[in-house]
């Protein structure tokens, strides 16, 4: 995530020796298997970020977005590999949610209250992180199929969970 501001809570990554693919391939198998999952408010698109410095190339990642969530999904050939990344983040606040912060005193807790942490936020957090991750994982598993290769292990599949919704 580009943005510095992004709360990053998942992030989980793979190498698979011997697979040679397209990202371009690999982003169109991973959007068409989130529309048959029928996701409610999901929002795909693509979005370039750069490798380092200001004068770097740039890599460009799918991104899922769902209410403040944000998945950004890199894939890429790396020597005689293909890497997969994903990292799951929240959205900083809106301007309005901005502008709400900057109250002294008060401005975290009217926040608060016009966005709570509720059981029902969290669930569904934790559900788009999920399905998204399944459908990370389906691509990656018809992928190597395809390729007479072997699935991930149960510990490659598992992301790296960070304080969830931590404030």
Known sequence: MAKKDTLIFSHWYTSIGGLQESAQQFYQSLEETIKRSQIPDVKISRIDFREGTIMSAKRE?????RKEH???VCAAPFGTS???????????PGFLGRLILAIPVLGQWL???????TYYRMDTALMFQSSINQAVQDVI???TKANGLRS???MERKPILSNLFNR
């Open 61 to 65: 990642y799918c991104r899922i977005k």
């Open 70 to 72: 944000v998945f950004d």
């Open 82 to 92: 293909f890497f997969v990344s994903w990292w799951l983040g929240e959205m900083p």
């Open 111 to 117: 926040l608060s209250i016009v966005r709570p942490v």
């Open 141 to 143: 598993d018809g992928m």
């Open 152 to 154: 991930l292990t149960e």
